[in-house]
């Protein structure tokens, strides 16, 4: 089983940066894409931004496009998401995920389109 690991978690103020990291480890694994969703405390999981391998392709959600970047080397090793100027309603648990197999079309804005996930990481954006 892949595991996730996040980090660079923490509390910041509004307008403020951070980064976060994801690390895979554990059994080997070929991978097709990684991602970041975030939930938020009474919310729903959602969609943050996502890297796909085999489309050298970088997908973002509409709340973050501009203010955030998915990047690495490979996904395999760490994938990286620079968070700028956050806002309050950045604030979440964030969670790297992975999609390690090739089932047809996929939806990288899915959550169910991906099969392994870390455990968080906290972002707290104070005003």
């Known amino acids: 089983q892949v595991q996730l690991v996040e980090s660079g978690g923490g509390l910041v103020q509004a307008g403020d940066s951070l980064r976060l990291s994801c690390t895979p480890s554990g059994r080997p694994f070929s991978n097709h894409a990684m991602g970041w969703f975030r939930q938020a405390p009474g919310k729903e999981r959602e969609f943050v931004a996502a890297?796909?391998?085999?489309?050298?392709?970088?997908v973002y959600a509409d709340s973050v496009k501009g203010r955030f970047t998915v990047s690495g080397d490979n996904a395999k090793t760490t994938l990286n998401l620079q968070m700028n100027n956050l806002k309050p309603e950045d604030s979440a648990v964030y969670y790297c995920?992975?999609?390690?197999?090739?089932?047809?079309?996929?939806?990288?804005?899915?959550?169910?389109?991906?099969?392994?996930w870390g455990h968080g990481t906290q972002v707290t954006v104070s005003s």
């Open positions: 890297k796909v391998l085999s489309g050298y392709r970088t």
């Open positions: 995920a992975a999609r390690t197999y090739y089932r047809g079309s996929f939806s990288a804005t899915r959550a169910d389109e991906y099969n392994s």
